[in-house]
Structures are given as structure tokens and as C-alpha cells.
């Protein structure tokens, strides 16, 4: 099998997962309308019980959920609040709903603004009133409003002390919930006893409802305590803003009141569901590889760890592939799916899928006939305009003959300049989507 058959091979699985993973669709999956009843999943809400419908959410996949719940309201629905990334504002919603775009993956003062926002419409809210809450991936960015003591600067510079020191989403947003007023159970607080529906469509392997956007209205069953052991972890005590560490250190000693634990009954009103996930998309992938007569294994939707460590072992399956026909006989297409993480030591340009793809280039160098991709699924890997990257066993050489060092721009976490001059970055532009990664791993 040829190379170009190979890359266009990932493009038909690229398609097939995210179309798995589309927004709207996952809504209608889950959400709709019988006159005056609303069923979600597997309860009815009869809409006669409620004076008005309102809707609020965060996320770089809210906005097609939005106009789907939307739709399915129709007239019933009252008004409300929805947060998204710069850029990812491509369609409309009626007038009633407010939308904002703000700052990820570090909150900026227009999430700060935009969630001021929404709290004032929960604000107003009675338990005579249902809230629609939508939540995809970014939302723990994008809903951002910081504890009385915590300032903007304060969060930002927390959160890019976690990010280079290669912190998981989970050890993020753990602290997260501890700095800020609506994480962490704290949207719930805030609606006045109102019966809400959550929807979720989840980036965080493992679906873990307390980490998704930073659980903004499930129980936290992380402390405070919790959280300065992550700063411990990663030693960053002395790197943390005074007030931050202040309100870590106080919260760790029991001085100041932690975030709702499951069994409150503050949750009693809540029901959430997720609508769509990262083995969802992955279960795509591979039914259309097999179309493909690709022979194809599901390795994982469980995928973590160094980005350029995750590369060796894909790498070296895929040498394993190549000489042995093992696990799978070629034509082989391995699919994994989760969310690696890097820890920037250079000043270059990337994401984790970049970095990933680069490393498995140098991996594999001469291999004949392999193809590895990584790609997020909301098209926008890192700080970059790439989804991610694909390299085969020729492109360490087809750098090498254009003067690019592939080891050197690894060691700068710069993959995206070294894969920009190949034409081997993926660009998908905002899918509207947002389930974490996949890779792809196909051997002729």
C-alpha cells in the first residue's frame, strides 16, 4: 500500500471519528420534545411544572449543542449564557441566548467577564425554573471566576506554572476547583434550588464527571488538601502566586470551607449525562478501517503520559508490526485515543499531537510503509492552527534534505515549524467538537 493510499487512509478515519463525535447529533441522541414533556435520557420533565428555561454552558464544542437544545426548547426556552473559544462562534442562536467568546487554554478577562455574566443569570433563577447546562472540553478555562482573595494574573500564571511542568487535566483542574467560585459544585450553588440538566460531551479520559470543565455542577471528591499535593508534586510552592499559595496552604489546613462532596444534597435537583466521548470517536475509526480492510485494533481510549514517550512505544508497535505481523497482521491500522501531556523545556511551537507525531518520525526513520497521525479532535492542537501532525518513515529524510534537524526542533518543542515546510501538519480548522486525541498507527 502506497503512501499517499496511507494518508488517505487517516483522512477517512479522521472523518469517520468526528463525525461519531458531532455535538448536535449527540444532543438529539439524548434530548428531545413530546409536546409538553422534555425527555433526557431516561427522565421527563413536564414543562407545565416550569415558569421559564434557561440555558447556560462553557466549552469549544457548546455552541452546536446550544443550537440543538435550542431547537428542541423551541418557544419554551427563556434566555441565557454560553462561553466559548475565540474563533469557534460559526453559527447563530436565538436572540434570547447571550454568547461570549473568551481565552484557552488560560483563562483571560473576557472568561472572567463572560462567567460574570452567566452567574447573573443563575442569580436570578427560582426553583420554579429548569437550567440547561451544556459543558464540553475548555470549559474549565472559559467558566472562569476566581475566589475573593484570587485575581486574574493569579490564575494565569497558575496555569501556565502546571502546564510546563506537565501537569495531567486532572492535577489542573484540582486546583482549579480550589481557586475558583463556580468549579467544582459551585454552579449548583449558585441557582437558587433550580433543577438542572447537565450534558456533557467529555475530553477527560476515563469520563471522570468531576474533572470534565472542572466539574462545575457535580461533587468534588478532591480537597484542598488534594490540591497542595500537586503542588508539592511538581514543586511549585515557591513558583505560586502569594495568593494562591496562601489560599491552597489555608484551604489544606482546614481554614477555609472545601468544595460540595457527594452526598450533598445540594445535587439532588442535578441529572447529568454524557453525551459524547473520546471512545465514541474511537469506535468510528475503527469501523471505518475495517472498511478499509485495514485489520484493525482498538488498543486503547485510555491513552496518557509524555507525549514524546508515548511516541517511542507507538513507534516501536508499529516496528513490531512491520517485522513480525503482531498484535495485527498487516495492512494494520492501530487506533488509540486519550490525551498525552508535554513538559516544555524549549520555546518552540506545538501541541501535544505534534510532539508526538515528531518524536515518532525519529522513531521510525526508514521504516518502509508506516504511517503514524495524531490529531485532536477539536481541531486546534496546542497554541497553533493545527489538529496535529503525520509522520512516516521518510519524514526524518525529507527534513534532513530541506536542512531541518528533526532531534533539534524536538528538543525545542518547536514540531510545528518542523512539520509546516513538509506539508505534514493536519489542518481541520475548528470542528466544533471536542473529545480528546487520536492516533493512528497504519503499517502496509
Known sequence: MADLDLRAGVQQLQRAALAAADPAE???KFVSRVGDQILVADRSYPLRQFDRVFLVG???AVLP?????????GERLSGGVIITKYHHTDRPLPDQIRIHEAG???PDQSAVDATRDLSAVLHGITPRDLIFCLISGGGSALLTLPAQEITLVDLQATTQLLLRAGATIREINTIRKHLDVVKGGGLVRLANGAPIITLILSDVIGDDLSVIASGPTVPDPSTFATAWQI?????????LPAAVRARLSHGASGEIADTPKPGDPLFDKVQTVIIGSNAQAAQAAEQAARQLKFNTLLLTTQLQGEAREVAKVVAAIAQEIAVYNRPVSRPACLILGGETTVTLKGQGLGGRNQE???AAAIAIEGLPNTLIAALGTDGTDGPTDAAGAMATGETVERARSIGLD?????AGNDAYHFFQPLGDLIITGPTGTNVNDVLFVLVA
Not at 449543542?65 to 435550542?70: D, H, L, T
Not at 503542588?231 to 513558583?239: K, P
Not at 528533526?406 to 524536538?410: D, I
Open 26 to 28: 449527540a444532543v438529539y
Open 231 to 239: 503542588v508539592e508534586q511538581f514543586d511549585l510552592a515557591d513558583q
Open 104 to 106: 484557552h487554554p488560560v
Open 65 to 73: 449543542m446550544a443550537e440543538a437544545v435550542s431547537e428542541v426548547l
Open 356 to 358: 508526538i507525531a515528531l
Open 58 to 60: 462553557a466549552g469549544k
Open 406 to 410: 528533526a532531534q533539534a526542533y524536538l
